[in-house]
């Protein structure tokens, strides 16, 4: 029988890993996190300053009611904290067009959303193009068959600041952070794991591992063959007509009418002087260890020519900056929140398939209330591995 140096670890303090000590921490858990750099860092997949928000979360149901608490949190670790970390400034759905080959009865994201929001009581406007042109005159350019889905009750968070919070009051509750270490291995006993890094080497009632993008080659099987690492880009254009944006402009999400082409973005962060834009590519997989991380410019052009400027007015194609980060993501880009199936006293939090941010404070939260109170307020279910079984 060994004694443990805790009753939890946690693996990857980015987005999840944070939420987790965070709340682990605050039911006075004995608790350490552990990652191989120094959150928050720009190495993963929790960093570019903003992600959106929204509390209809068209990619389904289950996501709602996380969504509706980690708002809440982010609210709670400001009022704590005197930090800033969810702007509500809302979020704006759209699909550029109506395809006129459409099936009648069909349904798009924007379309998943509504039914989300009136399903869920959700406060949201329904528009047409003349709606969206008159009140966002960003988005001009629109045609007259697009349609729009606004909901006041979004925005977006800051990543790096919501991660440095949810780590400050984790330290601040008790909790031990082991940064600069990277875990090599998972040595799974009855009684506990060893957690073996090239650093040190610790034993634990149970471990929690949020790794991201590093989660296949330490985890084995099954989710070797389950995730695939895809390589994103974001960018930051020039704002060329700073009038067109309106001082409560919203974060956003532009689809084509096939659904095929799509768009994210938020409103100019005062003094940037730029609109942040991106758009997301499953076809090419990448290596964690081996990730480009230059951007490509003549990517950014694409993306500009091809949807920014037959959508979105004053921006100019020139580049403030840019970035690259990584999406983790399963084969139906759900998550993966369950127990290891090979290792004992392994819980698996990934992967969050490029939507998870905004799902990430209550999910740490349902993770603790499972390790304390033997279940959570919050039904997990849906992302168990046993749907790809």
Request: glycine residues 8%.
């Amino acid at each position: 029988m060994h004694t443990p140096d805790f009753d939890v670890v946690v693996v990857g303090l980015g987005a999840m890993g944070a939420a987790t000590l965070y709340q682990l921490a605050k039911r006075g858990v004995r608790v350490a996190g552990i990652d191989r750099f120094a959150p928050p860092h720009d190495l993963g997949s929790s960093h570019g300053d903003t992600r959106i928000t929204r509390q209809a979360v068209g990619e389904g149901a289950a996501y709602v009611p996380l969504a509706i608490r980690s708002q809440q949190i982010w609210r709670e670790l400001e009022a704590e904290l005197d930090v800033q970390l969810f702007e509500q400034c809302g979020v704006l759905v759209m699909t550029a067009s109506t395809d006129p080959q459409r099936p009648a009865g069909a349904r798009d994201f924007t379309d998943n959303s509504i039914e989300l929001a009136r399903r869920y009581g959700i406060e949201h406007q329904e528009l047409d193009a003349a709606e969206i042109r008159r009140r966002f005159p960003q988005f001009a350019p629109l045609d007259d068959s697009a349609r729009g889905y606004f909901e006041p009750g979004g925005g977006f968070v800051r990543p790096e600041r919501c991660i440095d919070a949810q780590l400050t009051r984790a330290r601040q509750l008790g909790a031990t952070l082991i940064t600069g270490q990277t875990v090599l291995e998972l040595d799974a006993q009855d009684d506990g794991v060893h957690i073996i890094s090239d650093g040190s080497r610790l034993f634990a009632r149970q471990v929690i591992v949020s790794a991201g993008m590093w989660s296949a080659q330490l985890l084995g099987a099954p989710f070797d063959s389950l995730l695939q690492v895809c390589r994103q880009q974001l960018y930051w254009f020039r704002l060329d007509e700073p009038e067109r944006y309106p001082a409560r402009s919203p974060s956003f999400i532009l689809h084509s009418a096939d659904d095929v082409d799509a768009c994210y973005g938020f409103p100019p962060i005062p003094g940037e002087g730029s609109v942040k834009i991106a758009t997301e590519q499953y076809s090419a997989s990448s290596q964690p260890d081996s990730l480009d991380r230059q951007p490509s410019s003549a990517d950014a052009q694409r993306l500009f020519h091809k949807l920014i400027a037959p959508h979105i007015a004053g921006l100019a194609p020139e580049l403030v900056k840019a970035s690259v980060c990584a999406y983790t993501v399963t084969p139906d880009s759900g998550f993966i929140i369950d127990r290891h199936p090979r290792l004992a006293n392994v819980t698996v939090v990934s992967a969050c398939s490029g939507h998870g941010f905004k799902h990430s404070a209550a999910i740490g939260e349902a993770l603790a209330q499972q390790h304390v109170d033997g279940c959570s307020e919050i039904d997990l279910s849906s992302f168990s591995l046993h749907r790809f079984n």
